[in-house]
């Protein structure tokens, strides 16, 4: 079943949170709500686990009014599974029994070999005799994990599920956990602050800010064609530059750049603008008016160079490895797209 928002809106009191949001996770994906904190994503996922009342707007699983002014069924009631950044296990149950609770009873007696099963792929394996109290913070959240995932919801609702597990087995739980879901075809909705937590997990990514959905659309559709500077700012190496557009060019404390390095129609003349520049977008030439290289850090393949401004602002590009072992920190270099691979947007306030 796909999850449908439909013109949600909330407020908390006089707060707003959330202003006319609309988007659907489709059957059988991964959607990540991705934003700073405070942008709205924790009421969204609230309101659709049941934890908070509708206020305005519908939410519908596979067509079907789910939730709607007048119309809030417990969380009990909905077909969702539930995981929280802290887990929050039964406190007097073994993990064993805390991931038997969710399953049917017909389940919970006879599947001992599918408890462990589920133990051993959120690497558990062998503890289930244990209290959630003995284990790290950490094991407790990958027991959460497989307590949401055993009953084979048809909705998946994670908020920051990840957060508390150390950074080593974080990647590698998420891909299992993507690969566990794909199977199942388990509409999920995840919510995190992280880019390259949603890069490496989501099928589709909504971007929010401020309480809106910026974007929505596959993690492709969002680099190749971002509608503000924030959404491109999701992928690694993204920068935001202020420009003016002067004299048929880019120009920013960083030089001028000319108009057919920049994806689209050119503005109006004298119009301020955010130039959202990945770094490998980059060009380095050697210039005696240019910025100065404060640092060159080798990446393997290639190299992270950081420039600087005399007014103290900076820019990093990203050359072949093979370029920046020529490059010497205080070396002066003029900087430059290349060409239609940057792109300009209208200043907004947000
Ligand atoms: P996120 O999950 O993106 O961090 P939230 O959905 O938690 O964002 O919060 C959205 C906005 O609503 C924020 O401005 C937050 O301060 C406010 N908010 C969230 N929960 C409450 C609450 N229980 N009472 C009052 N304001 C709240």
Known sequence: ??????????????????????????????????????????????????????????IALGGETLAEPGLNPPPEKRPVGLVFQDGALFPHMSIAKNIAFGLPKARRMDDAGEIETWLARVGLGGLGDRYPHELSGGQQQRAALARAMAPEPAILLMDEPFAS????????????????????????????????EALDIADRIAVMEAGRIVQFGTPQELYNAPLAPSVGAIFGGAQIVRATFKDGAYESVFGRWAADCVLGDPPEENTALDILVQARALRLDRDREGLAVRDVHPLGARARVLLRHPSGAELTAEVPQSAGDHIRPGALYRVKPDPASVRAFAVRDV
């Open 165 to 196: 597990v150390d950074i080593v087995l974080r990647r590698a739980l998420r891909r299992e956990c993507r690969i566990l879901l794909r199977e199942r075809q388990t509409t999920t909705v995840l919510v995190t602050h992280d880019p390259d």
């Open 1 to 58: 079943m796909s999850l449908e928002f439909s013109h949600i809106a909330h407020a908390y009191g006089a707060t707003p949170a959330l202003n006319d949001v609309s988007f659907t996770a489709p059957l059988g994906e991964i959607t990540c709500l991705l934003g700073a904190s405070g942008c709205g994503k924790s009421t969204l996922l609230g309101l659709a686990a049941g934890l908070l009342s509708i206020q305005s707007g519908r």
